[in-house]
């Protein structure tokens, strides 16, 4: 008979901060990746409100942006029943595997980060201790649960290096304790650029509205931004260098109806780009319109949205006090 082998499912994690309305940027580079894991992979999904005091938030804002976040998973397809959603600050084994792995960590490391260096030129009045170990509790995020793979958009990648860095140290001064995460960045849509500045990465907390579109703006609203949306003094779709807005609206095109780059450009060939941000805007206001439908009456809801925190919180704790306990023991922790 053949020898039994037993099979570990494997492990998907990734988490989003509730510091802003999410975008379009969270939702193609991220958000929209993460249920095709849920089949196959025991999934961690997280609302990592720890991250976002980094930078000052208002107390009722953030209240608000996690059951927001929250409800933003479960209408994008993750069933709670299938996987664990749950928030960061409900599971406090985060901060202190953080403490832990930031004493592996090195100064150097974490100077280098990109993320670091832009928000300490934008919050130059705030340049916190935990701007700088950010890292460390990401790496603790994805490391507690042995996540094997880690689905983020292009400018999560530094980190999650610094990740597999740390679990590659701490494993290799003890012996392996942590899974070596490997990142999951799409193809198409890991770098979806501002509407405004097109050579700049949409974000979550840009002081130009028209930059930014809102995975739960109205269409209306969707489209108009389209409409203003930066492109050159060309009137020709093609995705070449120099005309990063319309490589940036034909990768967003490209997401919601599978066409490839070249599809687009004969579809539009001849046509003005007036007509091409119009037929983006209509495709993305479709695409988010299910998404938005559930998400309202999930948030009319709040006892269930705070049932799945509880039950993801208790299922979050469980796998995170194993490998908390295994890290202590590892370190020489007395244990009781
Ligand atoms: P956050 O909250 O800034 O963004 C959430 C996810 O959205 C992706 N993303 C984008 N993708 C494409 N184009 C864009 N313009 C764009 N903007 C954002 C991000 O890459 C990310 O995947 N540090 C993380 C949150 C985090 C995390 C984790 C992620 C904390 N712990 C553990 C994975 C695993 C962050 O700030 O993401």
New binding site residues.
Partial sequence: MPEETVIRKKTA???????GN??????????SNFSEFTSEYNCYY?V?DL?SITVRQIPAELRRRTYEVLALYISCGLDPEKCTLFV?SHVHEHAELSWMLSCFTMFGELSRMT?FKDKSAKHADNINAGLFT??V???S??LLYQ?DV????????Q??EL?RDIAERFNGVFSPTFTVPEPYIPKI??????LAEPTK????SDANENAVIRILDTRDVIIKKFRRAVTDSDTCVRYADGKDGIKNLMTIYSCFTGKSYDEIEREFDGRGYGDFKSAVGEVCADGLQPVKERFDKLMADKPYLESVMRDGAEKASRAAGKTVSKVKRKLGFVTL
């Avoid at 880690?150 to 990648?157: A, F, L, R, S, Y």
Wanted: overall charge positive; some cysteine; glycine content about 10%.
């Fill in positions: 994690l990734s988490g989003i901060q509730p510091s999410l975008t379009l940027g969270n939702y193609l580079g991220a958000l997280c990592v991250h960061q993320q950010y890292p509790l990401m790496a995020d994805i996540a880690v689905p983020i958009g292009q400018d999560q990648k980190h999650l990740a849509g890991a770098n979806i650029m501002s990465k949409m974000s979550k």
